[in-house]
């Protein structure tokens, strides 16, 4: 599975921005994503996470209630809707895979993107 982030970009606090995860490879249905994101010299940072079916999903506390995490099978695709941003949402985010179920550690995941360059301005 081969992973492509997008929708990026610069936006004010209080804002929105909608996330993308293209895959290719006819086996995506079948694999749980996960969004992470880092900031410089910090570690990755779990986000949310959505399985195969799209039945189940999962926040980080810090983004519950404003992130929502979905996917579209038919389009290989897997959305991160953010509202309501804020100045340490400012990070790179990554979009990753793993066969079926949700897991929130980064080292669990087979298949990773390129990120995208989240910047929210104050």
Sequence with gaps: VQLQASGGGLVQAGGSLRLSCA??????????????????????????????????????DSVKGRFTISRDNGKNT?????KSLKPEDTAVYYCAARPYSIVVVSAMYDYWGQGTLVTVSS
């Excluded at 010299?41 to 799209?54: D, F, H, P, Q, T």
């Design 23 to 60: 895959a290719s490879g006819r086996t995506f249905s079948t694999f749980a994503v996960g969004w992470f994101r880092q900031v410089p010299g910090k570690e990755r940072e779990y986000v949310a996470a959505i399985s195969w079916s799209g039945s189940s999903t999962d926040y980080a």
């Design 78 to 82: 897997v959305y991160l809707q953010m």
